[in-house]
């Protein structure tokens, strides 16, 4: 990470031989809580982090775009032509600001080429979602660059057009929108159905409180194949329920799906469905009662993952017990499962002794040892000089 933006901006002149036009930062996210909701047409309640990846912007006169990123400060700038720039076609780091300019054509706003030097306090691969804000952070220097005036949820769909199509993940809305529509002290509330969001007060600071990433650092080798067969199921307990998607399930409807589903499936789809209302309950105590309440709805969210869903692992479930052994008030495993990081609110004061016990009982249970950092709500993509 270039620490400061004069020190970003004299980077992009060593690398491209003029100043920049600007420098525009967009932030990673973590989710609160609303796990496996989003393809299922539910809800999630993400906040934008304060780590933010930068990028040094210039137009050019031609179609040429060249991006360069400070993570590999030894390789010559990736170049494309922005008018031969196809689907799939850009391998690597480069695939995902070259699929934002991509996206934005594709979505029918005109742009010129322009020079892109990328800089990022965001971990890579901890999921805190770098990859969001690093094509938010292009989304937004192109927009403005171009004058193009596209909204910020439109900007939101075109990163992850980007991320479906030139990098080729099939993710969703979440992240990007986290990340271009988070404001400091606030969640997003976003209805994954019709793209809808709003702010939810969400003061951790106000509240001596901070959020604590866990990252386990292990990726269990059947991850991509138990999440794709936890959509399957999903799709098929929808349809035994003749229901659009598991969104149109309430808690009321699980006594009647118990009966029509197998044993397996019913507990997938009760996750959801009951995910879905502690999302909805996590918003309306965030609302009247404030941050500190909501532990018991995220200690809740981790069970029904584990047991339900089964998508935890020894290493997840290590740092949740533990976390909350050691005075957190709430934890639980975040993203898709068989690794990757867990969450745990913490009040500051109690912050290092749950550090402590959670590299304590991953060194006794001969685990890799975690990853520990603290993340706030911080703003959402703008520009910055
Ligand atoms: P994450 O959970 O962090 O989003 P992903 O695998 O989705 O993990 O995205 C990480 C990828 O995004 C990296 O492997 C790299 O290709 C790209 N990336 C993120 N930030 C940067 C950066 N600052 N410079 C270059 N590439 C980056
Ligand atoms: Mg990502």
Redesign the pocket.
Known sequence: MTSTPHDLAAAFTDRFGTEPDGLWSAPGRVNVIGEHTDYNDGFVLPFAINHS?TVAAALRTDRLVRVA?T?APDEAPVTADLDTLEEGGVD??AA?PLGVLWAMEQSGHRIQGMDLL???S?P???????????ECSVAVAANDLAQAGISRRELAGIGQLAENRMVG?PTGIMDQSASLLGEAGHAVFLDCRSGESRLVPLDLEGAGLELMVIDTRVSHSHSTGGYAARRRSCELGAELMGVPALRDLSVKDLAEAAGVLDEETFRRVRHIVTENARVEDTVRVLSERGPAEIGPLLVASHASMRDDFEISCAELDTAVDTALDAGAIGARMTGGGFGGAAIALARVGAVTAIRDAVEGAFSAAGFRSPVIFSVLPGAGAARVA
């Open positions: 990846t990123s993570f690597g780091w995902y990328v800089d990022s965001v890579v691969g901890a999921g805190l979602s770098s990859s969001a804000a690093l993940a």
